[in-house]
């Protein structure tokens, strides 16, 4: 069966099953508490009026609550994976226009512990420096187009797969096709993987026959300049949080997002569901939902991953413009996803997949309009003169900023352990934790309001992002 065929066949997106009641009644309910929640606004006084915010910073709490009580076992010695036998494992470097982040992407992991049996650059058509840089630098002739080329003669595991422009995803199922490596790495050109990162992601498969996908832990940096150590400083905080919360829902049995900038994947597994959805905004997160639906239905004992010993940097947006373009992409992607896979959302035959995170996501995807709501019904409130609103409000943000203080100066210690990244305290935590709900989160989720329209739009494209961080690394 080809890969398209194979897409077809796996994918609900071509031939959507029939919307469930479940599924119907867990999104209907989150859209009408949404409108419901207006009415006090208009009558009520006290803190009720203000009823959005009350129900938005109960349920972000409520997840703080669930990841701190699931990621407790990360206090726990950890004991290590027994390895089973040891599995080729190629990395694919899907690349457009990325000659100044190549050149340290590739000494990252060609300068670890463990080095990869194959790297290839899936180059989706570059027209800058990089067929120069192929050549001069690792002695490799330009293949003709969807051609592997032969291997590099000064590094003998680096290969050049010449490819028309047609995005990641295409880039990345033209690799899978010809890379015959029974684990297959995903690393974004901007991404610097850390020496014993490779090394865990072949351990873990190794560990595990029936882990399909495994995510390594992230680390933002954003560039030298100004706005990008302000955007630095939250999105560490943020990616502190978001990898806890992916143990979290791992421990779970509900990990979904594996992140295609650096994330592993049996090749069997993809190979079977179709490989990677070219007209997904967010393909990595797309696919991991696609792999679990063709497991349930099919008995397939397969399972994702979290590894915190797998750590890599990566390039993040260091400008307002910049950060709106790539969250309104992901999270238009988000919805993209959770309307094609909605007829999981409340099934049993996921498990809690189906019946806690799914249903989870579904609230998330009117979270950023809850919270923009709440802010703008507060000034609402304020400006008709009913200032009474005021105290209980601020006691309640208050309440809440003093939750998410405690929540990081704890998650830190857990993450430490967990990762052997260092992640800062103290007086830049506390700082964080009182300016966040006020500037970064409001732009976040302006981003996501983006990413609705994208959804609704349907959008496919989202322009270029400048590499600062990386390259000012070299």
């Not at 009644?25 to 508490?33: D, E, K, N, W, Y």
């Not at 809690?352 to 019904?377: C, E, N, S």
């Amino acid at each position: 069966m080809s890969l398209q065929a194979a897409f077809l066949a796996a994918s609900p997106r071509r031939s959507p099953p029939r919307t469930p009641w479940r599924s119907i009644v867990i999104h209907g309910g989150v859209a009408l508490l949404w409108l419901m929640l207006f009415f006090p606004a208009l009558w009520a006084t006290g803190a009720w009026a203000w009823a959005t915010g009350i129900v938005y910073v109960s349920y972000d709490t409520a997840l703080l609550a669930f990841t701190a009580w699931q990621a407790r076992t990360l206090l726990r010695p950890t004991v290590a994976p027994v390895g089973g036998p040891r599995p080729v494992l190629g990395v694919v470097i899907a690349a457009r226009n990325e000659a100044g982040a190549l050149p340290l992407t590739l000494a990252a992991l060609l300068d670890g512990t463990d080095t990869p049996d194959l790297i290839v650059i899936a180059d989706d058509g570059s027209t800058d420096a990089t067929a120069d840089l192929l050549a001069r630098r690792y002695g490799l002739a330009p293949p003709p187009l969807r051609t592997l080329g032969p291997p590099s003669p000064t590094e003998p595991r680096l290969r050049w797969l010449r490819l028309p422009h047609g995005g990641k995803a295409r880039a990345l199922n033209a690799a899978l096709e010809c890379v015959e490596c029974e684990v297959l790495v995903t690393i974004d050109a901007d991404t610097l993987v850390r020496p014993h990162a490779v090394a865990a992601m072949r351990t873990a498969f190794a560990a595990e026959p029936g882990l399909v996908a495994a995510t390594g832990v992230l680390v933002p940096v954003c560039g030298p300049s100004a706005s990008g150590q302000l955007f630095q400083w939250f999105q560490r905080y943020e990616y502190v949080r978001n990898f806890l919360s992916r143990y979290a829902w791992m421990r779970l049995g509900g990990l979904l997002l594996i992140s295609g900038a650096f994330g592993g994947f049996r090749r069997a597994a993809l190979i079977e569901v179709g490989g990677f959805d070219p007209d997904c905004l967010v393909e990595d997160y797309e696919l991991i939902h696609r792999l679990r639906r063709h497991a349930a239905l099919h008995g397939r004992a397969w399972s994702t991953r979290v590894l915190g010993d797998a750590v890599a940097i990566t390039d993040a947006p260091a400008t307002v413009s910049a950060f709106l373009s790539q969250r309104r992409r992901w999270f238009g992607g988000f919805l993209q996803t959770q309307w094609w896979y909605r007829s999981m959302v409340g099934d049993a035959r996921f498990g809690r997949l189906g019946t806690a995170m799914l249903p989870v996501k579904a609230f998330d995807t009117m979270q950023p309009v809850y919270g923009l709501a709440a802010l703008a019904i507060l000034i609402g409130l304020l400006a008709s003169g009913r200032a009474g609103v005021l105290l209980p409000v601020a006691l309640i943000t208050l309440a809440k900023i003093g939750i998410d203080l405690a929540f990081h100066l704890w998650s830190i210690g857990l993450y430490r352990r967990w990762t052997g990244e260092p992640a800062r305290g103290g007086p830049g935590a506390i700082l964080a934790s009182f300016v966040e709900p006020f500037s970064f989160q409001i732009l976040r989720h302006t981003a996501a309001l983006l990413g609705w329209i994208t959804a609704l739009g349907g959008r496919q494209t989202w322009g270029v992002q400048t590499r600062q961080a990386v390259v000012a690394r070299g």
